[in-house]
Structure formats: C-alpha cells, structure tokens
C-alpha cells in the first residue's frame, strides 16, 4: 500500500505513533483540532503530553483533514466516548479509507464498540482496531511493542499489518474483532478493580487474584458475545491486562488506586474504563448475565458513587463459594 500514513488525534498515544511511523521509514500525516496545538507543534516539534519526545521531519501536523486525504490509511487516536461525535462530523473525509481505531472501550451512548461506530458513520470504509499492550512514552521512546490488528477483510489486514510494521511496532493479525475490542475494553475496566485492590491496602496477593478472576470474567463475557477464547489468551486480552493492573503509567490503575486511598481522581485524565465499566454492565444487563460480571458492575458502582469501596469489597468476598 503506497501514501502516507494517517493519525487523527496529537495526544500522547496519536502522537507516540507518529513518531514510531516515522522512525520506520514511514511519511505520516498528524492531525489535531487545536489550531494553536499544530502551530506549537510545528514551531517546536514537541509534544506537550510527552515529555522529551520530538516529532521527526517526515511527520507532518495539520488541522485540516483534508490534508489526510491522500492517506489509505487513517489511525483514529479518539478518545473512545468522543469518536462517535468525531466520526458523524468528519465521515465525508473518511469514507473508502481503511480506518484504524486505537481506542479501548465501548461506547456509552450506544454500547457499540470502535469498529461498530466506524461501520455505522463510514459504511465505505474498512474498519480496524489496533490494540494490545502500550504505553506512549515506551513507544515515542522507540521501546519495541507487539500489538494486535483486527479487522474481517484479509486482504486489507495483511496491507496495513505491512504498512504498520517495524523495528519498534510487531503488528499481529487477527481478524476476531469482536475479541480485540473487547479484550482492550474489559481490561481498562479490570485495571480500575485492580488499583482500587491497591490503593485499599489489600496487597498484592490480592491484586493477583482480582486479576485472575477478572480474567476469567473477560473471557466469559466476550465468549458469549461471540469472541474466540485465544483472542483473550494474546496481546489484546490477558497482555494488556498484565501491563495494565501492573504500572503506575495505566490512567485506569491510577484512577482506581486513588479512589482507594480515598482521594479524588485526577479529573483531568481521559479514564476509559469508568464509562466502559457502565456499557458493559448496560450490555450484560440487557443480555441477562449481569451476574457474570461481579468485578465490572463493582467498578461500575464504585466509580458513580453508588457504593462504597468497602461496601463493594465485602460484595465481591461474599459472593457464593463455588468450584474454580
């Protein structure tokens, strides 16, 4: 596949791609809404949410989409609750594109995942999700990182699996989308339990076996949504989990490690996995198996303030006992 590549999107992770890209040999197209952010950028050639990274020569940074249009591909670095919108105002700009989602969750208002919001705006398009185990500042870094492309058109993966691939990004195919999307929604949620489990002062073994049980919790779930089990077993289920429940990089681990010690969360943050957490049990819910998801409807309860942190604890201890 010949062009540029595009990214939509010059936060931290949209603008750590771009820098990857670039490094690989890539010519990338990097878009921000903020006027005033691509002028800095371009002035400067920093990045203001990433510390000591600089945007190499071949990464071009517009506020005009239209820039984007000679790109093939187009990486969607949204927030995930703000794709919806960014996809209804932009479709004209995107259609016959293969558009790359690289957001985590499902969304609130309408319980669809990435790719299902991308089908449902850009019908020419060919929906993708990159996902799997990352962090920005590895990546601008060029720290390597093995990450999971899905998507159901063979022949387009294995284009932008080539066309993403590098020294720094392994890209691995796959084309169980629904398991990709869900294995990254579900871990951020999971990551939320695992920091509160922290921040409570119940230690590790504790985090280690709330990371378990919400393993088998995501796997359970997204099994019954139709997503092949070894789809959770790689990169976009338990790895991501792993590095998730584990760093103090994760925003949803910080998130809930304040919430328990007790303090106000930085409200400033992007934190997928509270909205997730309430689409996901909103989905269960409907589906009849809300009940199979006890460490998501927690966190779904905690984060709105409708239960307590030890109250939620004490839930999830007494559930009844049964066989692993």
């Known amino acids: 596949m010949n062009g540029a590549v595009g990214i939509v999107g010059a ?45 190499p020569e071949n990464v071009s ?3 005009d989409m239209s820039d984007l249009g000679l790109c093939p591909a187009i990486l969607l670095s949204v927030p995930m609750q703000a794709l919806g919108g960014f996809l209804s105002l932009h479709a004209g700009n995107l259609k016959d594109r293969h558009l790359v989602a690289c957001c985590k969750g499902m969304d609130l208002a309408t319980q669809r995942g990435p790719t299902g919001l991308i089908a449902s705006a850009c019908p020419k398009a060919t929906p993708m999700i990159l996902t799997g185990p990352s962090f920005a500042a590895d990546i601008a870094q060029g720290q390597a990182t093995a990450l999971t492309l899905a998507c159901t058109d063979e022949a387009a993966l294995k284009h932008v699996q080539q066309d993403l691939s590098g020294p720094i990004l392994r890209i691995y195919r796959n084309s169980d ?28 073994s504790a985090r280690a076996a ?29 790895g991501d989990l792993v590095l998730t429940c584990t760093s103090d990089q994760s925003r949803n681990f910080r998130h809930g490690l304040a919430l328990g010690r007790g303090d106000s969360p930085d409200a400033s943050l992007t934190v997928e996995g509270v909205a997730t957490a309430q689409a996901i049990l909103a989905q269960a819910a409907h589906l009849g198996v809300a009940d199979q998801i006890p460490v998501t409807a927690m966190v779904a309860r905690v984060t709105t ?5 030890p109250d939620a604890i004490h839930a999830l201890m007494s559930r009844p006992l049964k066989e692993e």
């Open 11 to 55: 936060g931290a992770f949209g603008a750590a791609l771009a820098i990857a890209l670039a490094r690989q040999g890539r010519d990338v197209w990097l878009w921000a809404r903020d006027a005033a952010v691509v002028d800095h950028m371009r002035t400067t050639r920093e990045i203001r949410r990433l510390s000591g990274a600089v945007l």
């Open 61 to 63: 940074v517009t506020a």
């Open 177 to 204: 989308v629904i398991g990709a999307e869900l294995g990254g929604a579900l871990k951020n949620v999971i990551a939320i339990a695992a920091g509160i489990v922290m921040g409570a002062g119940l230690g590790e």
């Open 210 to 238: 709330l990371m378990t049980r919400g393993f088998a919790e995501m796997v359970r779930f997204a099994t019954q949504l139709g997503a092949r089990p070894e789809t959770l077993m790689g990169l976009s289920g338990f």
């Open 305 to 309: 303030g409708k239960t307590t942190i």
